[in-house]
């Protein structure tokens, strides 16, 4: 009987870790999610062009900045 | 609402060495969104409802600028926040996502990429290095062709005639240089432990100034511009005489990427 259950219980973890991430609540635009990681750039591969203006209007080019480690975060305030 | 911590931490550890910076993009909660995430574009933008900050979506390019300058206001102090232009353009090309990351190596090449941004995995990149230590094209001149990317083309004026030399096979290690005269650049590592000062100057083409790293051998002066593709040589000089100097240049064909950038000019289609 103990065994049977943790079978169940097993297969019910396996059923919940292999759920669509659209059924475990993931933000929606999973297909972008998915994407992501195979689209280009990929890691090894040169950075796309980034040219623009900075809050205070100075302009930038991202290859400004070769010869250097550039972390790049995307994002809004909210 | 945004949650400052982590990020701004890793940018406290190693700003000193490292670029921090942050693209500013459409509002992924503006406070005029639809209320139900279903109802929400591919990449989001639906209301939070208890959100403490609350921003429309921005209508003209200077609605951005304001949102940007407020959060770096709020958190981000030490990072250069850029302004994506109204179309998202660079979000686009860069995957689309609302919160994404990227670390970029000091070749120009993606050292990683995360879907959803998290400091440990690039704290992990940076404190494995042996050294941060930003270098420029006066310590390596092959630094602009480790950025290579297969397409770029830069066209030049040689004594009244028109060159073009593009770039194709471009690898982390050599790369095609086809024109006048083809060739294969093999790129060997770049270990200096040495740091030159470059000596920087703009240099006005088409109205737009260009940055640039003068390097001097004997009586030649070349001039290398980063914001170009390939080598960005812009301009070859001999005893203070003009022997090549850019016209146009670009990343696609007959694109030209010299021209002023002015995204508050934007205009919504249609208008």
Known sequence: MAARLLTAALIGLLGVLWLPASAQGKPKG???????????????????????????GGEMDLRDYLGSWVVLEFGSYT | MRQFGEMEELQKDFGQEVVFLFVYTKEAHPDDGPSNRADASETGGWRMKNNAVKIDTHKKYSDRVKSAKELKQAGKENWRVLVDDMDSTVQTAWGKLPNSAYLIAPTGRVAGKWAWVSAAPIREVLKAQSSLKPYTIAD????PLRACAEGAWLTYDVGGNKETIRFENCSATSLTRAGAKSETIKLLEFDSKERVKPVSKPLRVNGVDLPCVVLTAGTVQTWVCPWLPGDGVARVMDDKKVLRTIAEAGIEKDKNLIAAYEPEKWKPAGK
């Open chain 1, 30 to 56: 999973g297909t972008v999610f998915a994407e992501f990681d195979k689209t280009r750039p990929l890691a090894g591969d040169a950075s796309l062009r980034l040219h623009l203006k900075d809050s205070e």
């Open chain 2, 140 to 143: 390596d001149a092959l630094l």
